[in-house]
């Protein structure tokens, strides 16, 4: 197993050495586990391709299932994304930072292997403040599926993720229970209504404020 960092609450010291160390693991194709306000995130460099297939095969995924993306703030919207709708600005400054991933339009910068091919990407900006300095300091977006093995319910603390999988990463960021456990909504902004694709932590009538939303 690679090196377990423990993010003390409220210790800011702590915080940017892990962020800073997670990041470097980033930047040399490594992978990091990491805490969202959902669950635990198994985070790769979502622009190099090398290390998004270390994803796909820590985890056993399937080849046909896209990678969520994870970050920062709305310019990572604009850089991975085609174009950002206007209409879609009051859902996301409703709820992003927050559980919800839009699928929209990719735009030349997303490899093929983070959407399996697909001409789109789902996008999220996590509410959780070790993912959010993670991101500020790697400064690129992160593939972040859950940190489970395909098909295993995703883990809201690290004593919960797999000896097969924690033995296959670099660094381990450990900041106690998420307190969430329910992963984000999946919500495709393609098409009117929009639909949702997987059900999650904000509900329809939650996201039906903002925009025409169909299950």
Do not use: C
């Not at 709708?85 to 996301?92: D, F, G, R, S």
């Amino acid at each position: 197993m690679g090196q377990v960092i423990h993010v003390a609450n409220g210790s800011p010291d702590s915080l940017q050495d892990a962020v800073r160390k997670a990041s470097d693991v980033l930047a040399g194709g490594g992978l990091v586990l990491f805490p969202t306000e959902t669950v635990y995130g198994l985070a790769a460099d979502a622009l190099s391709e090398e290390a998004v297939r270390r994803v796909w095969q820590v985890k056993g995924r399937p080849s046909d299932k896209p990678l969520p993306v994870q970050v920062a703030d709305i310019g990572g919207l604009r850089l991975l994304w085609r174009e950002l709708p206007e209409e879609l600005l009051p859902l996301i400054n409703a709820f992003m930072p927050g559980p919800l991933t839009l699928v929209y339009w990719r735009s030349a910068l997303v490899p093929d292997i983070v959407t399996a091919g697909t001409d789109t990407v789902g996008v999220r900006i996590p509410d959780h403040p070790v993912a959010l300095a993670l991101l500020r300091a790697f400064g690129r977006p992160i593939v972040a599926p859950s940190a489970n093995l395909s098909g295993e319910e995703p883990p809201s603390r690290v004593q919960d993720i797999s000896p097969q999988l924690l033995e296959q990463v670099e660094l381990v960021i450990d900041a106690g229970d998420t307190g969430g456990g329910i992963p984000s909504t999946v919500l495709d902004v393609t098409v009117r209504p929009a639909r949702i694709l997987r059900a999650g932590a904000l509900s329809p009538e939650e996201l039906r404020k903002y925009l025409d939303v169909d299950v």
